[in-house]
């Protein structure tokens, strides 16, 4: 069978086709570029856009492999299969990967979330082969041996420490994940305590490399100054005879915890000064939902003027640092604010302050000016993003992911580009309720 | 013969089909596609008003955004020596408000744009930006001229500012990288203007409304000044729109003195820095070198790669890989109007900061006595050629690389010709750059806690131990009671 898969391609490729198995696509440019939506026989999802300004290409590629996957007494093993994918294949050696593409001016890098793990390279727009053969070597035959495993096992632990040492608010941004995401699928971190991550053996570690770091489990996104004649050809020629794996299942759904749901504890983490973590879990939402959580983000916390920096930071001075996050976790998603206050007594202010800002949300309207303003830092955030080919190609990836319609890209912008003040009114009543509210106050020294 | 074309066209066959083991193709990485990769950037076109200002404009087809930005060609190194840092608050001091309008109007206004002001001080230069939506940037030229050409300063926002910048040190100075960097830059640069830029956070509590209003009066000239506005615009209507309202700007600027180079450290010298929290030790050593238009720029920046510039270079080679003395190393280097730097950096766990050091001097050493092979010379500027131009794709990028060449008036090897000459390096002009620049004796910096000093004051002949914000504490010389 994989030999007449090979004869096909041989064929295919005589006569200068490429065998995709899926619709071929051009999708319209709402953002200013076209995309080309194909897949392979073996379930590869393959994205193509060019880009001609610069003599670069990006090669990205997204497995279905984050901590997600995980299950209890696993967890670092998505994050540790990260660092193994750079500890070579059959044709690639140890850190060979890096070599090559550093060896033409490339940069590259690799990052693993909740739902997936991306890699990528950017380099000159001639060596786009070099970066297609060295994707497909390692998804097609990546070397875990005890040796490499140990290894990276170790280098994996001391990075984890370090960092821990560094940042002596890890722990606490860890924890408050597990709180606002009561569920081990979603709430877990990266790498946890490190004890789960010394006992992974081979066969975990193999076990979960053939379940998930698949064709059928991956997107291979290419954007660039390519020919896309010659890009169909060589991603058929690399990645076409990798078989597939097994059906990949869905990620689990969450199952949040209720009686986990109000929580005001200390952390018993020893920090340098006081302060407090304070976050909201929205799940499940409805469709489009998600846009209006967005631009109230950046509505509450996005620039100088936003509503709660300015109160915190300039009114009240209440804290001396703040950062707000939106979390978004597959179809779940937190905002998560982070404060420093030089005391207890301006922790409690601080909190009450955050309250009071999104209260007031709840009773009165925005006004057109300001949602107006949110809305277009919103959009200049989401076009600076696409502004290099390493930011649009993990774009297409997580768009690819999420199920979005590659022939409507940028249609989410449209959509908050007309979202009404009554409907933030809406939504605020409808989720920033106590019940999804947590709060992790830091036990400082 | 028909059976042996058979039984050839049937290896063929088996040699390419998976299901006896790999195709063959996969054996070997392919070749770089034939045809040739060429930078080509979006032409850059200047004028210069009646006041003397230069207004540069790029469209960049298929941009999303746009970008404005004033660059004013004084930096950190035109601080006052008693006023050091007093060019970084002059350029966060813009926006704050004017004489008839106040700092929180001015930041209503920017962030009703969607965006926010970004100030940015080097060596030699500052940038005032601003990056809007495409259909914002008329707004964004107008809030630009009110904010630079009546800026008023008062203390009250000063204050703030202040406290912003003081406290944005001290974190960045939690890295003890940074704060070995900073402090070769104080010891490279002894008796030299480029001294002022490297600072102690402290100093900036001492500057004042009228300093920065002076600073300004000084060098927010016209003259000294350019408007630079890219991506998705109109090139001719955004250049007369900022002529319309820039063109208005008064004020002379007498010029600069040109500021000679130091002259390169060429004795021993080991400084210690004392970062009590540090996790691990940051070792740096380095030494002055050409300036950005010199001729040996190009050769030099070969050599760096060579020395340090990726994990396949020589210091990452020899550090990590095969001494394991450092969880990295690397090696950079900077040019400015009146010279360069290049240093070695190094992270390292306290037990091998001695070795780390030792390997970072004999490397440096090794790469001025002896040319770099033909092989690292060529890796070396392929990754160059490469990756030039990466460092322009970017709209921070981009902006980057043309407010440096506006602020220095670097010609056109500095923007989309870099790659053609670093093609033109050889062994021969390696060879020669590494033995004027890498030959003087580099100082090294380490930053550590102060309990890893022991070996380090053992380990060489003497070390002067300097505080966290770089005062003198003592010298220990070997072999002398403590």
New interface residues.
């Given amino acids: 069978m994989?030999?007449a898969?090979?004869?096909v391609l041989?064929l295919a490729l005589a006569a200068g086709r490429v065998p995709a198995a899926g619709p071929l696509a051009a999708a319209p440019d709402p953002?200013?570029?076209a995309v080309e939506d194909l897949r392979l026989s073996n379930g590869l999802r393959v994205l193509l856009s060019a880009?001609h300004?610069?003599?670069?290409v990006t090669v990205a590629v997204g497995y279905g492999a984050g901590t997600v996957r995980e299950r209890p007494g696993q967890e670092g093993l998505a994050y540790l299969l990260e660092n193994l994918m750079f500890q070579g294949s059959?044709?690639v050696g140890p850190?060979q990967h890096?070599?090559?593409v550093?060896?033409?001016?490339?940069?590259l890098n690799a990052t693993t979330g909740v739902d997936k793990s991306l890699y990528y390279q950017?380099?000159?727009?001639?060596?786009?082969?070099?970066a297609l053969?060295?994707e497909?070597?390692r998804m097609?035959?990546l070397a875990i041996t005890a040796a490499s495993l140990e290894r990276t096992k170790a280098e994996v632990a001391e990075e984890h420490l370090?960092r821990l040492?560094?940042d002596p608010y890890l722990e606490g941004s860890i924890r408050m994940d597990e709180l606002i995401f009561p569920d081990f699928p979603y709430g877990h971190p990266l790498i946890g305590t490190g004890e789960a991550l010394g006992r992974l053996t081979e066969a975990d570690v193999r076990g979960f490399a053939r379940a998930f770091y698949v064709p059928n489990n991956a997107v291979l996104a290419v954007v660039g100054d390519f020919d896309p004649a010659r890009t169909r050809e060589l991603v058929a020629?690399?990645f076409e005879?990798i078989p597939p794996g097994g059906p990949v299942p869905e990620p689990p759904r969450p199952a949040f915890k209720r009686e986990s749901d109000v929580v005001t504890r200390s952390a018993r983490v020893p920090v340098p000064g006081a302060g407090f973590h304070m976050g909201f879990r929205f799940y499940p939402l409805q469709p489009g939902e998600i846009n209006i959580l967005r631009v109230l983000e950046v509505l509450l916390f996005e620039?100088?003027?936003?509503r709660v920096r300015n109160r915190l930071l300039r009114r009240d001075r209440t804290s001396?640092h703040l950062s707000a996050v939106l979390d978004e976790r597959l179809s779940a998603a937190a905002l998560k604010v982070f404060s420093l206050n030089t005391n207890e007594i301006m922790v409690e202010r601080a909190e009450r302050a955050v309250l009071a800002e999104i209260d007031k949300l709840r009773t009165s309207a925005v006004s057109p000016?300001e949602l107006?303003?949110a809305?277009?830092?919103?959009?200049?955030k989401y076009?600076?993003r696409?502004?290099?080919?390493r930011g649009r190609a993990l774009y297409l990836i997580d768009a690819a992911f999420a199920g979005a319609d590659m022939a409507a890209l940028g249609r989410d912008l449209d959509a908050v580009k007309d979202l009404e003040p009554a409907a933030v009114l809406a939504f605020v009543a409808r989720y920033f309720t106590p019940q999804y509210r947590v709060v992790l106050e830091l036990e400082y020294q | 013969m028909r059976g042996v074309v058979a039984v050839a066209a049937l290896a063929v066959r088996l040699a390419l089909s998976p299901a006896f083991g790999q195709e063959r193709f996969r054996r070997t990485p392919p070749l770089p596609d034939a045809r040739p990769v060429e930078l080509k950037l979006p032409e850059v076109r200047t004028a210069v008003l009646e006041n003397g200002l230069t207004v540069a404009t790029a469209v960049q087809p298929g941009a999303l955004t746009a970008t404005l930005m004033l660059v004013v060609k004084a930096g950190e190194a035109d601080s006052p020596p008693d006023r050091p840092g007093l060019a970084g608050l002059t350029a966060r001091m813009i926006g704050k408000g004017t004489k008839r309008l106040s700092a929180e109007y001015f930041e209503n206004m920017v962030e009703a744009m969607g965006t926010e002001l970004s100030a940015e001080t080097r060596m030699d230069y500052t940038t005032v930006s601003l990056r809007v939506l495409p259909e914002q940037l008329d707004r964004g030229i107008f809030a630009l001229r009110l904010m630079v050409l009546e800026a008023s300063f008062s203390e009250r926002e000063l204050a703030a500012v202040r406290r912003e910048a003081f406290w944005g040190l001290v974190d960045r100075m939690k890295d003890p990288e940074a704060l070995a960097r900073r402090h070769l830059f104080r010891v490279l640069f002894e008796g030299h203007p480029y001294r002022t830029a490297a600072y102690a956070e402290d100093v900036i509590k001492f500057i004042a409304a009228k300093d920065v209003a002076a600073f300004y009066e000084a060098f927010y000239r016209p003259a000294n000044a350019a408007v630079i506005v890219f991506g998705a615009i109109d090139g001719e209507t955004a250049a007369r729109r900022v002529a319309g309202h820039f063109g208005g700007w008064q004020g002379a600027f007498p010029g600069r003195v040109a500021v000679p180079p130091p002259s390169p450290n060429a004795r021993d010298r080991v400084c210690f820095v004392e970062a009590p929290n540090a996790p691990s030790a940051a070792v740096v050593a380095g030494n002055v070198v050409m300036d950005a238009s010199g001729p040996d720029v190009f050769p030099f920046l070969v050599l760096m790669q060579v020395l340090g510039g990726t994990t396949r270079s020589r210091l990452f080679m020899s550090l990590r890989e095969t001494k394991g003395y450092a969880f990295y190393a690397f090696s950079e280097a900077a040019f400015f109007r009146s010279c360069g730097a290049y240093w070695a950096r190094a992270l390292a766990p306290p037990e091998t900061i001695v070795a780390a050091a030792r390997e970072i001097l004999r490397e440096i050493e090794a790469l001025a006595a002896a040319p770099a092979g033909p092989a690292e010379i060529e890796e070396g500027k392929s990754f160059l050629i490469g990756n030039l131009p990466a460092r322009f794709e970017s709209p921070e990028g981009f902006a980057e690389g043309l407010a440096r060449r506006v602020a220095l008036g670097l010609d056109e090897a500095q923007w989309d010709k870099g790659p053609e000459r670093v093609k033109l390096v050889n062994a021969d002009t390696a060879g020669a750059a590494a033995r004027r620049h890498l030959a003087a004796r580099p100082i090294v910096v380490i930053a550590g806690r102060p309990e890893w000093l022991g070996p380090v004051a053992e380990a060489f002949a003497s070390v002067e131990v300097y505080d966290p914000a770089g005062t003198l504490v003592r010298t220990l010389v070997k072999g002398e009671r403590q």
Avoid: C, M
Wanted: hydrophobic share 35%; no cysteine; net charge positive.
């Fill in positions: 994989k030999r898969a090979a004869i041989l953002l200013g570029f880009d300004r610069l003599p670069l059959e044709n850190l890096i070599g090559f550093q060896k033409v001016g490339g940069e950017t380099l000159p727009s001639n060596h786009l082969a070099l053969w060295l497909s070597d097609r035959s370090g040492r560094s020629r690399y005879t620039g100088e003027t936003s001396t000016d107006t303003k809305k277009r830092r919103y959009r200049l076009l600076d696409l502004s290099t080919l």
